[in-house]
T-cell receptor, first 115, second 115 residues
Framework: NAGVMQNPRHLVRRRGQEARLRCSPM?????VYWYRQLPEEGLKFMVY????????ESGMPKERFSAEFPKEGPSILRIQQVVRGDSAAYFC?????????????FGPGTRLLVL | AQSVTQLDSQVPVFEEAPVELRCNYS??????LFWYVQYPNQGLQLLLK??????LVKGINGFEAEFNKSQTSFHLRKPSVHISDTAEYFC?????????????FGAGTRLTVKP
């Protein structure tokens, strides 16, 4: 059973470009979470999705950021018109259910660098 | 809302010494508690979690943690560390009866094991 997969592992963008981060959850997991990790900081929750639905996007900036988890294919975190402050590691996690006691399984992350 | 404080940002220890990484939480309701480990350039991996029952929880790699409700703490311990334990450790809390997207992470403790 493959773990959570994220690609690309590293992404370099110039200011104003778009960044598209992909996450394939573990097989059988229908709950996906995106987090952002800034240097010397913990993980900050961004968005929680189930197949075809955004359940909670309270941690995601209102502008430029969007997420989706289509019926087929990976979950996508999209950042439009990137700025230097978007440079961070972005982690995706998945779980088989959405209840609080479930372990979240994390991918290796995508490290975004905005020049 | 629940929150977590990791009291030490960095903990240097010598190989084979014992270590304790401190975690305090804040919540007005009952909680679940987790410790995750992050090795360089990797995602987070669950070490252990407390859901209910015995307050002493044993995890992988020889780690254990004790839930102390009166002190609202969940400190992580290992009696003898190895060089390979060098990593970032994150404490996390979620609310009993809540959803997984409400999990909150501490800022992390960087454990460095020296020979």
């Amino acid at each position: 059973n493959a773990g959570v997969m994220q690609n690309p592992r590293h992404l370099v963008r110039r200011r104003g470009q778009e960044a598209r981060l992909r996450c394939s959850p573990m097989k059988g997991h229908s709950h996906v979470y995106w987090y952002r990790q800034l240097p010397e900081e913990g993980l900050k929750f961004m968005v929680y999705l189930q197949k075809e639905n955004i359940i909670d996007e309270s941690g995601m900036p209102k502008e430029r950021f969007s997420a989706e988890f289509p019926k087929e294919g990976p979950s996508i975190l999209r950042i439009q018109q990137v700025v230097r402050g978007d440079s961070a590691a972005y982690f995706c996690a998945s779980s088989p259910a959405g209840t609080a006691q479930e372990t979240q399984y994390f991918g290796p992350g995508t490290r975004l660098l905005v020049l | 809302a629940q929150s977590v404080t990791q009291l030490d940002s960095q903990v240097p220890v010598f190989e084979e010494a014992p270590v304790e990484l401190r975690c305090n939480y804040s919540s007005s309701v009952s909680v679940y508690l987790f410790w995750y480990v992050q090795y360089p350039n990797q995602g987070l991996q669950l070490l252990l979690k407390y859901l209910s029952g015995s307050t002493l929880v044993k995890g992988i790699n020889g780690f254990e943690a004790e839930f102390n409700k009166s002190q609202t703490s969940f400190h992580l311990r290992k009696p003898s560390v190895h060089i390979s334990d060098t990593a970032e450790y994150f404490c996390a809390v979620s609310v009993k009866g809540g959803n997984n997207n409400d999990m909150r992470f501490g800022a992390g403790t960087r454990l460095t094991v020296k020979p």
